[in-house]
């Protein structure tokens, strides 16, 4: 690794720690309020919103941050799409701990893939993705047809648990024509996962 990168990583390294220190006091249900109370400014928010992301990457979801989420996916609706995406990785990392409010992190997202911004629908499709339920491949196979390719690819991350399993066939057809994607990361995901198709 170049010394030149080695500088880079660890300037982002601190400047995460030092957000994650800033934002502390800050409470989920805090963001959920000023979007609710149109406060919320897109580059304090997701400042913030990472920050919490790294917080409940080291530690299991608290019981005010389960509290917070209906809070979280309510704020959903109201925000502009820039925030709508930091929202939903938010309950992204607050799915595995939800308990009762589960179904609200899912529905929010099935919902936001019918977002206009691929920011947002990526998003979508990450926290269907965490959530091992077949019961949402229906909702994640359009997106492999989608126009922007970063969506296609988090489709195929998304889905990617279920296909090695075997037992959907119907992913499968889904993927096969993205193996001659014009993007080469959907092309060798795509790839990747039709290996299983071919053990079957």
């Known amino acids: 690794m170049s010394k030149n990168r080695k500088y880079k990583m660890l300037t982002v390294l601190l400047c995460t720690m030092w957000s994650a220190n800033i934002f502390a006091s800050?409470?989920?249900?805090?963001?959920?309020?000023?979007?609710?109370d149109g406060s919320a400014e897109s580059g304090v928010f997701a400042a913030t919103a990472n920050a919490e992301v790294?917080?409940?990457?080291?530690?299991?979801?608290?019981?005010?941050?389960?509290?917070?989420?209906p809070s979280?996916?309510?704020?959903?609706?109201?925000?502009?799409?820039?925030?709508q995406a930091d929202l939903l990785k938010l309950l992204e990392h607050l799915l595995a701990g939800s308990g009762e409010y589960r179904p609200t992190i899912l529905d929010t997202a099935r919902d936001a893939l019918a977002s206009?911004?691929?920011?947002?629908r990526v998003a979508a499709l990450a926290v269907l993705g965490k959530s091992d339920d077949p019961a949402f491949i229906p909702s994640i196979l359009p997106s492999m047809?989608?126009?922007?390719?970063?969506?296609r690819y988090q489709a195929l991350y998304s889905i990617s648990i279920f296909a090695e399993t075997g037992a959907y066939p119907e992913i499968y057809t889904a993927i096969e024509p993205l193996v001659d994607d014009v993007n080469e990361r959907v092309r060798v995901a795509a790839r990747s996962l039709m290996k299983y198709a071919l053990v079957q």
């Open 26 to 36: 800050e409470t989920l249900l805090d963001l959920a309020k000023s979007v609710s």
């Open 72 to 83: 979280l996916a309510a704020a959903y609706s109201l925000a502009p799409p820039d925030i």
């Open 145 to 151: 047809q989608d126009a922007d390719w970063n969506v």
């Open 54 to 69: 790294l917080r409940l990457l080291q530690q299991e979801p608290t019981e005010d941050d389960r509290r917070a989420i």
């Open 116 to 120: 206009p911004t691929a920011e947002v």
